[in-house]
């Protein structure tokens, strides 16, 4: 009679993706490149700010744009010309270090001194997924509401900096920005809020230097 025993396998795969957000860091490092990971819902405006952070500083960048379907982004940051790699997730709703890590492969690191990673429009996926940044941003409109913020707040929490986006569109929409000023501030004391209109360029300037200071102090 064979004997059967019960094997129980597992295999932590946030401390797997931990270690491969370590090895994307020390990389980033090797070659001289602060990484930026923007979060943030889908509309939030994260794809326009890369733009406008392409466009009003004189960083070397290199861009990672994830989503379901990539190319769409991708397509509007190449425009800008810099070097952009377009990772597909697929049913995937985030990013993850994995994936960066082969995104990076297609890059020229030594032309880049600013790597920013522009994750898929969710606010919940990746809230545990590092990807070995140097600073994550997360990007929330008006538009969704003014109890996003307490409604998902471990990304709030996790975050570097928060922009409320598109205040132009508060009243339209009954969107009380100070109460989202207040609830970030509830979940992440110590976080710089910034508010923005980027369609007429209110706030870029903030975000910029909050960017700079980041990146001088790394």
Do not use: W
């Amino acid at each position: 009679m064979h004997k059967v025993a019960d094997i129980e396998v597992q295999k932590n795969i946030m401390d797997a993706n931990r270690k491969l957000a370590d090895k994307n860091r020390e990389n980033f490092e090797d070659h001289g490149i602060f990484c930026v990971d923007f979060v943030g819902a889908i509309g939030s405006g994260k794809t326009t700010l890369i733009e406008d952070i392409i466009d009003n500083t004189d960083y070397s960048i290199g861009v990672i744009a994830g989503d379901v379907i990539s190319e769409f982004d991708a397509g509007r940051i190449e425009k800008h010309d810099v070097p952009v790699v377009g990772l597909n997730t697929g049913k995937e709703c985030h990013l993850d270090a994995h994936l960066v890590r082969h995104g990076v492969a297609d890059l020229p690191l030594d032309d880049i001194d600013v790597l920013i990673i522009e994750n898929v429009g969710n606010l919940i996926c990746p809230v545990d997924f590092e990807l070995g940044s140097h600073m994550r941003i997360v990007v929330v409109s008006v538009t969704e509401g003014d109890d996003t913020v307490e409604k998902h707040p471990l990304i709030f929490k996790d975050s570097d900096l928060i922009i409320i986006n598109k205040i132009d569109l508060a009243d339209a929409v009954g969107a009380d920005t100070d109460k989202m000023i207040a609830d970030a501030k509830a979940l992440n004391p110590d976080v710089e809020v910034i508010k923005s209109n980027l369609k007429d360029g209110e706030g870029l300037e903030e975000i910029i230097a909050a960017i700079n200071k980041r990146k001088d102090n790394i």
